[in-house]
DNA sequence: CATGGGATTGACT
DNA sequence: GTCAATCCCATGC
């Protein structure tokens, strides 16, 4: 995918990355949910400014910006927006297409709703690690390809597990699929 | 250098 | 519904 894609404003890029593909290590799944991050609003790590952190939010669209979450996890994020601003896409579920026993053998579990269902999960699925962190999404190893889907219908709501900026409707998710993650509040039909 | 807080998950009540 | 695990890093002294 040309890096261009990624430079629109975030909540265009959120949205136009369900029906997406994403790819490592063996596996791959199709984006079914997704939040929007901007320097502009406090939830965004990128709000403090730059930081050793969150230089690759700054940097140039189209790349991986991949943090740890809670000492536990590792999430996943693609950089939107013209190079100098802070902004990006975090991958918060995957409907698994490859590599599902791989899948199955990382997350231990063997339920295929169980396997990518949450920004942490899918990255366990998929073997994404902090490593992965400033990588060229259209070079990989982690890749992220466009949909050969027509447009999906999306569902709008408020992002999850944040205590600031809870207002905004800035996450987006496959209409009527059973592989986002269960963790939110009601979801409210959109778009 | 010490401290505090998470863009979560899974186990348990 | 409640809660601990666990570590990176921003902040403050």
């Known amino acids: 995918m040309r890096s261009v894609f990624y430079e629109g404003e975030v909540c265009a890029v959120a949205r136009a990355l369900i029906g997406c593909v994403v790819r490592h290590g063996g596996t791959a799944g199709v984006i079914v949910e997704t939040e929007a991050y901007h320097e ?16 690759t939010l700054f940097g140039p669209p189209g790349y991986a910006y991949v943090y740890r979450s809670y000492g536990v996890h590792a999430l996943l994020n693609a950089v939107a927006e013209p190079e100098g601003v802070g902004a990006a896409v975090l991958i918060r579920a995957l409907e698994p297409l490859e590599g599902i026993e791989l899948m199955r053998a990382r997350r231990g579990r063997e339920r295929i709703e169980e396997l990518c269902s949450g920004p942490g999960k899918l990255t366990q699925a998929l073997g994404i690690e902090l490593a992965h962190n400033g990588g060229d999404l259209s070079r990989g190893p982690v890749t992220i390809t466009a949909a050969g889907a027509p447009v999906p219908e999306i569902t709008v709501s408020r992002r999850i597990g944040i205590t600031r900026a809870v207002e905004l409707p800035w996450r987006y998710s496959l209409a009527g699929s059973r592989f986002v993650s269960r963790r939110g509040s009601s979801l409210a039909t959109a778009g």
């Open 40 to 55: 502009r609003e406090p939830a965004c790590h990128a709000y403090v400014g730059r930081t050793p952190r969150t230089i």
